[in-house]
């Protein structure tokens, strides 16, 4: 797909209020997000619910739907563009819902998996469409701020999804993990179909490209593989190596496909764009933390201090619930000041939040001084940088490229999230856990946080500042 061809001039009429049409399709992004981070809960029952599977075997139930989630975000806003942006989005979400009830009614983890493709597909559908259902809905000078709150609700999602699915999870069963997606999402399709307007829809019918997806998922799947099979003895370091190697090739074809290609995946003349190329850098290294951080939580709360899953969700809550405050205020004074300011403090703050995990607490459970400040530290940082990067993205594209300048970006956290489970799975995954097993993790986690915060130091989004 090509820049100039993502999406139509956002020329919808609008409705009467434009704040019903944000929270409809905020209902669907939120789901999504929930479902990304709900089942880092969800690991050890499903571990225990399907015993003969390998801990490699279980992360797919992750990976796969982030792999795939990732690689149709792209093509999935000019299927918006071509067939209209609220036909998509109901199509996407009506087969999320269906797909969820198929995940919790799985009784192998093949067909869990299979199930997770699936509800992927609908998510990458839906997720595009709804950023610009939400975009047309309002004027010029207020997209700024709706955009960094449509990106608050996702993050805010994202956050809470671990501490709600091990509440719902030791409740209800690891299938409800799934099942509660079914009466938010059937009211997003309900009052969808009533609600929102149709949009233009492009003359221009645009093929989708098959070969950048195909290359897209073997290199990110690859990888992946790579990493989470590094301590399975049934593969050699020989084979690990030639699966790594091929992920890296398939990267860079995927590049040079996308070079020549008349209507490639990526256009990449997006990233001649200096903030755009650096914000979605940094969203890759973000995104690799953000899921390393959440996923460990889980196993040092169980493995370390042994607590229970309801027990381990309450303790991970403080943190998720300073995400949605934080992202509120930062956009609106970044649409004044920039984003960079809170870009480079909010990943500082992030790295600060690694050191003391990784210094502080130990064996014995002391939460309220030793590791609540670590989390609050965290949810302050994760509500600065997660909705102000994908504000960021966007920020200097011209209207016509938001949604797929969006999809891109949330595609390179979708890819950042797969290798933050790889990693996490590679380094915790396997039994009897130690303290000390987490400090290699929260060193990388550290250096990644770090990362982020050096590769925003270029991002200029200041009102005002000369554009590329």
Known sequence: MT???????????????????????????????????????????????????????LSWVLNAYTVVYAT???????????????????????????????????????????????????????????LSIVLAAFPQDKRAVVVSL??????????????????????????????????????????????????????????????????????????TLAIVESDVPTWSRMELAIMGTTGLIAAGAFVAWARRAKAPLVDLALFHNRTYRYVNLATLAFGTAFSMMFLSLFFYMMNVWHFSLPQAGL?????????????????????RLGH????????L??????????????????????????LMMSGIAVGLVLPSLSAAAVSRLPVAHYAVGSAVNQATRQIGSVLGVALTVALLGHAALQRTDFNALYALHGALALLTGLLCLPVNTKPGAAQP
């Open 340 to 347: 960079r300011r809170f870009l480079v403090g909010g990943s």
């Open 349 to 374: 703050l992030y790295a600060c939040s690694s050191l003391w995990f990784l210094l502080v607490p130990g064996t014995e459970p002391q939460y309220l001084s030793l590791w609540l400040p670590g």
């Open 72 to 130: 149709m975000l792209i093509p999935a806003g000019g299927l918006a563009d071509t067939h209209g942006r609220k036909r998509i989005f109901l199509i996407g979400v009506a087969l999320f819902l269906a797909a969820s009830a198929a995940c919790g009614l799985a009784g192998s983890v093949g067909w869990l998996i299979a199930a997770r493709v699936a509800q992927a597909v609908g998510a990458a559908l839906l997720t595009p469409a709804s």
């Open 3 to 57: 820049a100039a061809a993502s999406t139509p001039a956002l020329r919808a009429s609008a409705p009467t209020s434009a704040w019903p049409v944000f929270w409809v399709a905020s209902i669907a992004t939120f789901l999504v997000s929930l479902d990304t981070t709900m089942l880092f809960a969800a690991f050890d029952p499903l571990r225990h619910a399907f015993a003969d599977a390998s801990t490699a075997d």
């Open 315 to 335: 303790a991970v809550t403080p943190g998720p619930l300073l995400v949605m405050p934080t992202a509120i205020v930062t956009g609106r004074l970044a649409t």
């Open 150 to 223: 449509w990106g608050a609700v996702g993050g805010l999602a994202a956050a809470v999804g671990p501490s709600a699915g091990s509440l719902v999870i030791d409740h209800f069963g690891w299938p409800w993990a799934f099942y509660i997606n079914l009466p938010l999402g059937g009211l997003a399709l309900w009052r969808g179909a009533s609600l929102l307007n149709e949009s233009e829809r492009s003359s221009e019918r645009r093929r989708v490209d098959g070969v950048g997806m195909a290359l897209l998922m073997l290199a990110v799947g690859a990888v």
